[in-house]
């Protein structure tokens, strides 16, 4: 399959399971419910990432899913400081944006070419960020957004690596 088809194929499905969402809310409103997002300024953040998405799905550039997930992972982390108002997670939230560029990656990879190696690119940078708000989350106090869950830090943080680790073996190019 081509990438013309592939950015096709998934613009045709993000339209069909966006208007799968609004009969099921319109039929099933309780289902929606759970779902109380208010559009506060962060969204509009988060929206210039769909935009963003939705013009590299058009003109066919895969690569544009990158600053897409840049941009919405931003006003994600603006949208729970803002509901929250806890501005001083910043110290620590930064450290997601490496994770943002990840998932970036392999969305454009599943859109356009090279899929395993942006697989695994992508995936290294999600652990490495993840490991980073890990360590300045404990620094900077942070963790309290883990809850009862906090104690659990060093735990996670040996599971991360030896995710990653496992991982990176089983994406290694075989050398022959």
Do not use: H
């Amino acid at each position: 399959m081509n990438r013309r088809n592939r950015t096709q194929l998934a613009l045709g499905l993000i339209l069909i399971l966006v208007a799968a969402w609004l009969v099921v809310a319109k039929f099933r409103p309780d289902l929606t419910a759970w779902l109380t997002l208010t559009f506060d300024w962060p969204m509009w953040v988060v929206f210039a990432g769909g935009i963003l998405l939705l013009i590299g799905l058009l003109v066919g550039a895969p690569g544009m899913a990158v600053p897409a997930c840049i941009a919405a992972g931003i006003g994600g982390i603006l949208y729970y400081q803002n509901a929250s108002g806890d501005w001083a997670s910043w110290a620590y939230m930064w450290a997601l944006i490496p994770g943002f560029v990840g998932l970036g990656i392999i969305l454009a990879g599943i859109l356009g070419e090279g899929f395993r190696r942006n697989l695994r690119e992508g995936l290294k940078l999600i652990v490495i960020s993840a490991v980073m708000f890990l360590i300045f989350g404990a620094a900077f106090g942070g963790l309290d957004i883990l809850g009862p869950y906090k104690e659990y830090t060093l735990a996670g943080l040996l599971f991360l690596l030896g995710l990653w680790l496992i991982l990176r073996g089983a994406f290694r190019r075989r050398k022959e």
